[in-house]
């Protein structure tokens, strides 16, 4: 397995490049570190006493990569999960916050474990997502993956605005589709029809 900072490496590489699509909840983002981000956690970069978009230009991939590793793995405990699980449950707690414990949560909560769900790594998740990797080992971050797929097309659903990350303009698969197949086996990657058929009420 790659080691956590290569993942985090790998997620630097995939967010891009500075981007501020009025679209997009996260506001001004750069490496995948949104400005809402450099708020909470009160960095100033360019030390001019508050915390605004010049200091999302200023974040390095070398600054994210320190942000993701001790803020979006460690603090949350994705290191304590399965081991099959932990760069997909990263990858999307980086990408969608706690909301990325949420559709493990309800995942497990499917597959017949009574545990809450709330965005929170804590004992009954933990017992839960080892037991459910016990069950179903080769399968667990298929699953997983497949749940956060379904998790971007319901944003579409709901939100059109949000339509352009999970379709291109010529109907193809969008990044957030693609980022998530980037866990999935390839035997369960939808073909371009399946994903034009799930997409196309959106038209």
Known sequence: MLSVRDIAKDIVAREGGFVNDPDDPGGA?????????????????????????ADVRAVTPEIATDLFVEHYFTRPGIGRLPEALQATVFDMYVNAGANAVRILQRLLRDMGFDIAVDGVIGPRTLGAARAAEARAAAHLADAYGIARRNYYYRIGDRRAA????????????????????AFISPRYHLSEAQHRERTAAWD
């Open 29 to 53: 983002t750069k490496h995948g570190v949104t400005i809402g981000t450099l708020r909470r956690l009160g960095l100033d970069l360019d030390g001019d006493g508050d915390v605004d978009t």
């Open 162 to 181: 949000s339509r352009k990350y999970a379709r291109r303009r010529d109907g193809g698969k969008g990044g957030w589709i693609l980022r998530a197949e």
